[in-house]
C-alpha cells in the first residue's frame, strides 16, 4: 500500500511542494540566480526558469548564454522525463575540477516544455555554492533529481528516504 507523505505546513512567504502541479508547471524566476564551481561564478542571471512539480524542490533552468563559455563538457548517456522528453548532460569543469553529469538539458522538450530548450540546469550537491537571491540552496536528497531546496520551499522532499513509491 502506498505510504503517502504528510505535507508540511508552509509559513510565510513559504510554498508547499506538495501544492506544485503534475505535470509539472514552467515558471519565469525574476530572482538572481547565481552558480559557482572551482571559485568561479560560472552562472549570473535573473532569467532562469524554474520548473515546479508536486513533491520536488524547485529545478533551475538557465540560458544558455547566462552559463560562462567553455564549463560545459557533453557526455554520453541521457534520461527520460515523461513530461519533458529526453535529457542530455553535461559535465562542469573549471580549471583542474570536474564535476561529472552536474548539469543537464532538454535540446528537443515536448511542446509543452518548448521554453526551457537552450537551457541548462545544475545539481546543487557538486558544484560550490548555488544562490536564489543570494541564498545558499541544498540539493535535493537523494542524488537523482536535480532540485534546489531553500527557506522558501517545505517538503518533505521526493529523495528522502522512502519516497521511491510516492
Not at 530572482?31 to 513533491?55: K, M, Y
Not at 552536474?102 to 546543487?124: K, L
Request: aromatic fraction near 12%; glycine fraction near 10%.
Amino acid at each position: 500500500m502506498l505510504n503517502r507523505p504528510r505535507p508540511t505546513q508552509p509559513g510565510p512567504d513559504q510554498e508547499s511542494v506538495w501544492d506544485y502541479p503534475r505535470p509539472p508547471r514552467l515558471e519565469n524566476v525574476g530572482q538572481r540566480i547565481q552558480v559557482f564551481f572551482n571559485g568561479l561564478e560560472i552562472v549570473d542571471t535573473c532569467t532562469a526558469i524554474r520548473v515546479l512539480e508536486t513533491s520536488h524542490p524547485p529545478n533551475y533552468y538557465i540560458p544558455r548564454g547566462d552559463i560562462e563559455q567553455g564549463v560545459l563538457r557533453a557526455v554520453s548517456g541521457g534520461s527520460l522525463c515523461e513530461w519533458k522528453g529526453s535529457a542530455r548532460y553535461f559535465d562542469v569543469a573549471v580549471g583542474d575540477q570536474v564535476a561529472p553529469r552536474a548539469a543537464w538539458s532538454y535540446p528537443n522538450p515536448t511542446p509543452a516544455y518548448e521554453s526551457i530548450r537552450d537551457h541548462v540546469a545544475f545539481y546543487a550537491g557538486p558544484m560550490d555554492a548555488c544562490l536564489v537571491n543570494g541564498e545558499r540552496a541544498c540539493p535535493q536528497p537523494g542524488g537523482f533529481y536535480g532540485g534546489w531546496i531553500t527557506d522558501s520551499v517545505v517538503g518533505p522532499f521526493k529523495g528522502e528516504p522512502d519516497t521511491e513509491w510516492w
